[in-house]
């Protein structure tokens, strides 16, 4: 029997459970959950309650505050520390856990900003240790089926992509509500959401961004946008605040036990509302944002997002030399946490069609898969955590697919102060 891992888990927020409970349930078998780190006690103690209430075997594991980060390392001797902490701190878990001789899985972005990027390309070379990023989406059925008749050549040499995803006004505006509306924590959309989609490109045309140019604004979350279209009452956080019973964007989290024991009953110890307005004053990221990239392999990308849609999920057409794929696939709508997991980026419609330039259009069959984010979910934990078997698609994402993922959101961002094109080389240097 081969040895079980254990993993260490530093940010037991929202995105945390995912890994947690399939740790202490699916795959205990291959693997052991050694303990959690986090800045906040009541937050780890629910996360042990949780998994102590749907689990009879599971037997509470030993917590650290965020500053016995290197104490629990020395302690508890994992092989593999978990990262799903606020964005901003990525690199400072990634790069200690790397240098006391852990693996480390990060949840995406990697990290923020080029200079982070850089320290965490430094230290692997450094220590020769590895870093996975979740990238579940490249899991899914029509993804995987994209890269696969991209790679068999259905429509030749891929030129030019048009990429459209949408976030509906239930999930777009759960950014606007928590950490990630301050763009210090969380790089923006182009960094914190749009990693997934840059990396989706970079994975179907197994190439790597050159050069981005990007325009965004916030252009209608924040107060500003909220008084142009006539509203007059507003308030800080919706708990509490009569003005906000009647507000459809408003997160009420004493409605949800998971909200109000992993925030709510958590905040007195470090002052984190999880239910801020989303038409408040301080939000510093964009929720409209369009990007031209070129790539080395001299395809161009357009790619759109946008965060108060009416409607859920990614539209996606991609121009080769031999004809034209089209992607559509509708989402259904979530807000993180605030659910089951399987309901997050479930699939609702998911449609591929092929048009030959000189033959009859035709559409692609998809297998139907169980699971979160259009059944991805389950084969990333399963690639993550248990004995999957070969990848003819190389699914895995590592540190440099992690790093090319956020270069081009980085870039976007610098193009959006500046007002000019990016070169990725200039960013940093890879080994």
């Keep these: 029997m081969l040895k079980r891992k254990r ?43 949780r998994l102590a209430d749907k689990f009879a075997d599971f037997r509470p594991v030993p917590t650290y505050k965020a500053d016995a980060f290197e104490q629990m390392i020395h302690s508890e001797k994992p092989d593999v520390v978990i990262v799903t902490t606020v964005d901003r701190t990525h690199h400072t878990y990634i790069i200690r856990a790397l240098e006391l001789g852990c693996d480390v899985i990060t949840e995406k972005p990697m990290t923020i900003d080029e200079d982070k990027c850089q320290q965490i390309l430094d230290t692997v070379k450094a220590t020769g240790r590895k870093v996975r990023v979740t990238f579940n989406y490249r899991y899914s059925a029509h993804a995987t089926k994209i890269r696969e008749l991209i790679r068999d050549g259905v429509i030749g040499d891929v030129l030019q992509v048009n990429f459209q995803w949408l976030l509906d ?7 606007f509500r928590r950490w990630h509306r301050d763009k210090r924590n969380s790089g923006g959309l182009l960094v914190h959401k749009s990693t997934h989609h840059f990396d989706l490109v970079n994975f179907w045309l197994a190439t790597e961004p ?52 992993m925030y709510l009953d958590a905040e007195h110890e470090d002052g984190y509302h999880r239910d801020q307005s989303v038409f408040g004053d301080g939000i510093s990221i964009e929720d409209t944002m369009s990007v031209l990239v070129q790539y080395n392999n001299r395809a161009i990308l357009n790619y759109s997002l946008h965060a108060y849609s009416p409607w859920e999920g990614q539209v996606v057409a991609f121009n080769g030399t031999k004809g034209r794929i089209q992607l559509q696939v509708g989402e259904k709508s979530y807000v993180n946490a605030g659910g089951k997991q399987a309901d997050e980026g479930a699939a609702k419609v998911r449609q591929i069609f092929v048009q030959p330039i000189w033959g009859e259009p035709y559409e692609v069959p998809l297998v139907h898969a169980a699971g979160g984010h259009g059944g991805a979910d389950p084969i990333l934990l399963e690639d993550l955590f248990g004995n999957p078997p070969e ?16 270069l081009t959101g980085i870039a976007g961002n610098i193009s959006l102060r500046t007002g000019q094109a990016v070169d990725i080389k200039d960013l940093v240097q890879f080994h």
């Excluded at 006004?169 to 950014?175: E, L, M």
């Excluded at 990848?391 to 956020?406: E, L, Q």
């Design 210 to 261: 050159k050069r981005v140019f990007a325009m965004g604004d916030l252009s209608f979350y924040g107060k500003e946008n909220a008084e142009k279209r006539g509203i007059t009452q507003f308030y800080q956080r919706a708990y509490g605040s009569p003005a906000a019973q009647d507000d459809p964007f408003a997160l009420h989290l004493d409605k949800s036990p998971s909200l109000k024991a």
């Design 169 to 175: 006004t239930k999930h777009g505006a759960d950014y």
């Design 391 to 406: 990848d003819p698609f190389h699914r895995s994402a590592s540190h440099v697919d992690g790093a090319m993922s956020i």
């Design 7 to 49: 993993y260490a888990h530093v940010g037991t927020g929202g995105r945390a459970s995912f890994f947690y409970e399939a740790i202490a349930g699916t795959y205990k078998e291959t693997a052991e959950l050694a303990a959690f780190c986090d800045v906040n006690q009541t937050r780890m103690d629910y996360a042990n309650k």
